[in-house]
């Protein structure tokens, strides 16, 4: 049964009807698909897209596995007969985990604690006195509970000193566990608290550490620390770089004498801290020994687990924009994979990306043996009649182009198209089991050069056999959730491959487990079919597969597309369950499916309501005719390349002031990365790419678009080149808002902690560096 809370909750969240989500959370819970569910049963969800859909299902998990954790908690309490209506109120209205383990925590079961010992020798009502006599003498009210009773020595109170310490004890760990207080605490925080890091002593000058020298003395807003910063600050501690403390921002001012917190503490104990040292110790030591170092772990992990999640977006969102690029089309490709000493490994492939042909010339340095290099190409691309030309774009890549161009030049009878293709992960299928299962005796250099030729026929099809990650298109990737970063991931490739829909004659396995509801034993069964039996004639023959039952039929059979086949409708993303529907729109106008699909004209004279009723909907209907219209078309966008400068190949190339073309390479919160041809990507940081002011970067920009950029300052011996995509240069990104001054990405940010400024290191060194290598690595 589905929870009439979450259902309320998800709803305002995601900004839809109570009723869609009731419907998406059945259908879900009835095992569809969310790509399933955001094609096909649209009516039902009033239309919910598959980015809602996720953020439904993840939301959904994280409050069902707070229903059970609630539970839990509460039949433990309950069992030690401590649950009271009050406690188990404020446990049912606990709206995370957080606030749960706080109220649940005086009651978990620990070791003994001095506390404990405290209130089994008495103690308590000492603590009481104390707090309502704070004029009273201290010493003399603990000698009333100096005792040897009992049996037990630990239990004994020797003396005046002990007495106090364990009443003291008892307040630590009662303020310590005061869920309210906690929460009061940490929403003062939050909303008024500081990140602050400090340079480790020793690191000072260290060369390694020279990457965070920026954040050596840096502090900024809890709440409005950017996820990349945070990231940054997070590593520069893992590495013993950084100190990081979170603490309000008075304490950022020199002459502060009583800690803010204290006032807090007061309000809520109501303890007159004013007329008792003993009572305003108690509480300085309950603030800095436990509560502060209890608040810095739980606000330290909210910005982790935020900035994780900003992160993760950020890597999902370039994934999307790379795997939806549009496709060079299946023809006949030529694969360059670039080297100096070990030569250009040389491959072609026909248009289903089959190896035809392969090679190695030697073209550069040391070898140098250019001439003979192009007329091996010369052969290959006469022999294979070769129309598009993938170079890898790596070590010795513009060289190799140079190369290319010459070849396309000299020879008018080779009518073929040099692209330059994103070489990220080749190396990592070269390796895999997958690539050595297809090419058992193929040596693994020249896979690399089938995988880039692949990826420019079809960027989907071939980097769906690559680990997301090692795509190398997020920020701090390595630092995120691992978890949540592969399901996120993964999650993004189905979407995607499931937008554009899947050959099921030519698709590898590696794809087919991508489909909605096809698992990757069936998808392997499925190959097998295959080559058994031959290519699919129809949709039908799926349900032959092993495996693949009625459910999984139903899921999977729309994104399924069979070109040639019996049944023209099957090569459309048409379900099978509304070929039904079509007959009835044939049988209206009259015609055979030959007659009408792929024709505009009379499908756009069918009204959708003729054909409304209680098994479809208007909506339903519409998408059917407009599938009619354009069967099997591929929502990907034109293909477009850039041209980079031919007298560029090296930054030592690059002059100020230059206008380049260039291909974004990756979109972070700060900027974009653009590759103009040079080995090294380019920053273009977010002021730097309109003329107005940009909030998000991926609102101008997205990975793998050409844009136009402007060189604003090139550091050669730190390879760091800052680029700039403002209209002086023809730039095409102009979003709407306020606009904002250039920041070159190498100034120096200036903090000045007397006036309590906040550092702004988004175009800095520090970071920019950090990301630059991480990034030049994972391509790598």
Not at 214 to 227: C, G, Q, R, T, V
Not at 659 to 670: I, K
Request: with cysteine.
């Amino acid at each position: 049964m589905v929870n009439s809370k979450h259902v309320s909750l998800i709803a305002g969240e995601i900004n839809a009807k109570n009723s869609q989500i009731q419907s998406a959370i059945e259908l879900l819970d009835g095992g569809d698909t969310v790509p399933f569910i955001a094609r096909y049963r649209k009516e039902a969800t009033g239309g919910l897209d598959d980015t809602q859909l996720r953020q439904l299902e993840e939301r959904l998990g994280y409050l069902r596995a707070l229903d059970d954790r609630r539970d839990t908690i509460i039949k433990a309490i309950e069992e030690q007969g401590k649950l009271t209506d009050v406690l188990k109120q404020s446990i049912m209205m606990a709206e995370t985990k957080t606030r749960l383990e706080d109220l649940y925590l005086p009651y978990k079961k620990k070791r003994q604690t001095k506390a404990q010992k405290a209130r089994l020798a008495g103690l308590e009502p000492l603590l009481q006195q104390l707090i309502d006599n704070p004029t009273a003498e201290v010493e003399a009210l603990a000698a009333e509970f100096v005792h040897s009773k009992g049996d037990d020595d630990s239990l004994h109170v020797k003396d005046v000193a002990a007495a106090l310490d364990g009443a003291r004890q008892i307040a630590l760990e009662d303020l310590s566990e005061d869920a309210d207080l906690i929460q009061a605490l940490r929403d003062w925080l939050w909303a008024q608290g500081v990140v602050i890091a400090k340079v480790m002593k020793g690191q000072e000058n260290d060369q390694k550490a020279a990457r965070f020298k920026d954040y050596f003395d840096f502090s900024e807003a809890i709440n409005k620390i950017p996820s990349h910063r945070m990231l940054a600050l997070l590593r520069g501690r893992n590495e013993g770089v950084l100190s990081i403390n979170l603490d309000h921002a008075d304490v950022l001012d020199e002459n502060m004498v009583i800690h803010p917190a204290m006032g807090r503490l007061v309000k809520h104990t109501g303890w007159d801290i004013q007329q008792s040292e003993w009572l305003k110790r108690t509480m300085e030591l309950a603030w800095k020994a436990k509560l502060q170092l209890k608040l810095n772990l739980q606000l330290s992990s909210h910005l982790r687990e935020q900035s994780d999640e900003a992160a993760i977006q950020i890597f999902n969102r370039n994934l999307k924009d790379l795997l939806l690029a549009a496709p060079a089309g299946g023809q006949v490709t030529l694969g360059l994979d670039p080297g100096f000493r070990t030569g250009v490994k040389t491959v072609v492939v026909d248009g289903n990306g089959k190896l035809l042909d392969t090679a190695v010339i030697y073209p550069h340095a040391p070898q140098k043996q250019w001439e003979a290099a192009k007329q091996t190409l010369v052969k290959l691309c006469q022999k294979h009649g070769v129309k598009l030309i993938a170079i890898g774009n790596g070590t010795a890549s513009r060289e190799t182009d140079q190369l290319a161009a010459e070849l396309i030049k000299q020879n008018k009878d080779i009518q073929a198209q040099k692209i330059m293709v994103s070489e990220a992960g080749a190396s990592v299928y070269s390796a895999s089991a997958l690539a050595a299962a297809e090419f058992p005796d193929l040596d693994v250099s020249y896979r690399g050069a089938v995988s880039i030729a692949r990826r420019l026929q079809d960027p989907l099809a071939e980097l769906v056999k690559i680990d997301p990650k090692a795509i190398g298109v997020g920020q701090y990737q390595h630092d995120v959730n691992q978890a949540q970063l592969s399901k996120a991931l993964g999650d993004c490739v189905e979407d995607c491959v499931n937008k554009v829909g899947v050959d099921v004659n030519t698709a590898s396995a590696p794809l087919l487990k991508y489909v909605a509801g096809v698992s990757d034993s069936v998808a392997q069964e499925i190959v097998n079919y295959r080559d058994a039996n031959g290519s699919f004639k129809n949709r039908k023959q799926l349900l032959k597969v092993a495996r693949l039952g009625d459910k999984m039929f139903e899921q999977c059979a729309g994104f399924l597309r069979i070109r040639g086949g019996e049944q023209p409708l099957d090569q459309s993303a048409v379900h099978p369950e509304a070929y039904p529907l079509v007959n009835n729109m044939l049988e209206h106008m009259d015609a055979q499916i030959e007659q009408v699909i792929g024709q505009m004209g009379p499908l756009s004279q069918l009204n959708p309501a003729d054909f409304a009723n209680d098994q479809y909907g208007i909506t339903t209907i519409k998408d059917v005719i407009e599938e009619l219209k354009k069967p099997g078309r591929d929502p990907r966008g034109e293909f477009k390349t850039a041209t980079f400068d031919d007298q560029v190949h090296e930054i030592k190339d690059l002059k100020v002031g230059m206008r380049l073309e260039g291909v974004v390479t990756n979109v972070t919160a700060f900027g974009a990365f653009v590759d103009v041809g040079v080995h090294q990507d380019g920053l273009v940081h977010i002021s730097e790419l309109a003329d107005q002011y940009v909030k998000d970067p991926a609102d101008v920009v997205k990975a793998g678009q050409v844009i136009k950029v402007r060189v604003l300052e090139v550091d050669a011996q730190r390879k760091r080149i800052s680029l700039s995509a403002k209209s002086g240069d023809g730039s095409q990104a102009k979003p709407s808002g306020k606009s904002t001054a250039a920041k070159p990405a190498f100034n120096k940010a200036k903090q000045s902690r007397s006036n309590n400024k906040r550092q702004n290191t988004d175009n800095q060194g520090a970071f920019a560096g950090a990301l630059a290598d991480a990034f030049k690595k994972a391509k790598k």
